[in-house]
Every structure is written in structure tokens, then in C-alpha cells.
């Protein structure tokens, strides 16, 4: 079974602290996910990472930042935590899709792995 | 905008009834369609996806359906059961961004027994 563990469930910080959200993954997935959890908004993607160093912003990357310095971690960190920022804040793993020639699009087929999530309030 | 959209945000449902879940999308490049199912304090889990090339998925109880023209898919589920319960998510895909998916907003399914 695939095992997507984020190390904490609840958090409470406050405002202006600097908080490290981890999550260690056990299948050797290339890719890693955070997403932001809010009613009404669904799953809203914050960064990902598709290989060890590096990383991409998804669509609400301000006030985040990530690390992966290994394949199977890949830490979520806000540097000066806001109020607006209290969330929960779910990580994903999954392996890279199906790659075609150069006139092919890959083929996203992959299916993502979610732990179980960090539910973050800010102060 | 919301790319994904889920426009019912609950929906209720008798045991043994049929549960149809709508999600309709507005980018003509999604090719790849999945649904996930979260219960509370869990994260998703992979449900059902459909490809573009396809325009029916089934699987046990679940079946996904998807209409192009319309942009627009839905799950059913049949017949439903309160282990259904949960908040289900449609995502969508257009294969070319790393293997990124854009989620919905996500409908709580409620099945009363």
C-alpha cells in the first residue's frame, strides 16, 4: 500500500512564526503535490515537485515555499505564517505519466496518493 | 475563474437510490478526468477517471460518464450505500503541466439509511 504520511494532524502558530509542514512519501514517486483544503474552493495546488531539487508554483504559491532535498520528503514552508494562511493543508504523491514522442502530449494517468492532512491555524 | 465546477455543494440520498454527481469544466484542453473521495480526517482517495476517448467508465457501483460537447461529466453511483457518504472531488487534467490536476470544489454526499 502506498503511504503518504504528513507528520503532524493539527497545528497551532501564530502569527509571523516560520512553520514546516513535512510529508514523506514510501512508493519512490517522482512527484510530489501540496494543495490547500477550503470550503467552496476544493483542492488549490501551492507547489509541486516532479524530481529531488526541483519545484514549480502552482496557482497560490504566496507566502509558501518548498524543499526537496530527497525524493520521498518534500516540505511545505511558510515563512512568516498570516492569519489568512489557517487551513488544511493536504500532500500528494504520484508517479509521472505517460510520456510520448515530441509531437505527443503526455498523458497525465497518474492518480495522486493524498495523506492524511494538516489541519494549520494561525493566530 | 474555476476551471472545475462543482455546482452542488450537497446532495442527499436514500440508501439503495441512485447518487448522480455533476462536475462540468470549461477548458477544452482536459483530457484526463478522475474522482476522488474524501472522508473527514482522511485524505482523497482515487475513485474512477476517464479518458476523453472514452465517453462511459464503469467500475462495481461507480460510473463515470462524459459528455465533450458539453463539457461536462458525471458519477453515479448505484445503488448507493452509507459507506458512500463523503465529500466527492472531480479533477481534471490536460496532460501537459508535470501531471498536474485542477480539482473541484467538491459535493458532500449524504445516504440515509
Known amino acids: 500500500d502506498v503511504k503518504v504520511t504528513q507528520s503532524s494532524r493539527y497545528l497551532v502558530k501564530r502569527t509571523g512564526e516560520k512553520v514546516f509542514l513535512e510529508c514523506v512519501q514510501d512508493?519512490?514517486?517522482?512527484?510530489m503535490f501540496w494543495y490547500r483544503q477550503d470550503p467552496g474552493l476544493g483542492l488549490r495546488l501551492i507547489y509541486f515537485s516532479y524530481d529531488v531539487k526541483m519545484k514549480e508554483k502552482g496557482d497560490i504559491p504566496e507566502g509558501y515555499s518548498v524543499s526537496r532535498e530527497k525524493k520521498e520528503r518534500f516540505s511545505l514552508i511558510l515563512e512568516s505564517a498570516s492569519t489568512n494562511q489557517t487551513s488544511m493543508y493536504l500532500c500528494?504523491?504520484?508517479?509521472?505519466?505517460?510520456?510520448?514522442?515530441?509531437?505527443?502530449?503526455?498523458?497525465?494517468?497518474?492518480?495522486?496518493?493524498f495523506g492524511a492532512g494538516t489541519r494549520l491555524s494561525v493566530l | 475563474d474555476q476551471q472545475v465546477k462543482q455546482n452542488s455543494p450537497s446532495l442527499s440520498v436514500q440508501e439503495g437510490r441512485i447518487s448522480i454527481l455533476n462536475c462540468d469544466y470549461t477548458n477544452s484542453m482536459f483530457d484526463y478526468f478522475l474522482w476522488y473521495k474524501k472522508y473527514p480526517a482522511e485524505g482523497p482517495t482515487f475513485l474512477i477517471s476517464i479518458s476523453s476517448i472514452k465517453d462511459k467508465n464503469e467500475d462495481g457501483r461507480f460510473t463515470v460518464f462524459l459528455n465533450k460537447s458539453a463539457k461536462h461529466l458525471s458519477l453515479h453511483i448505484v445503488p448507493s450505500q452509507p459507506g458512500d457518504s463523503a465529500v466527492y472531488f472531480c479533477?481534471?487534467?490536460?496532460?501537459?503541466?508535470?501531471?498536474?490536476?485542477?480539482f473541484g470544489p467538491g459535493t458532500s454526499l449524504s445516504v440515509i439509511p
Open positions: 500528494a504523491s504520484s508517479p509521472p505519466g505517460t510520456s510520448g514522442g515530441p509531437t505527443i502530449r503526455r498523458i497525465a494517468k497518474n492518480i495522486q496518493y
Open positions: 479533477a481534471a487534467s490536460d496532460g501537459t503541466s508535470y501531471d498536474k490536476v485542477i
Open positions: 512508493m519512490d514517486h517522482e512527484n
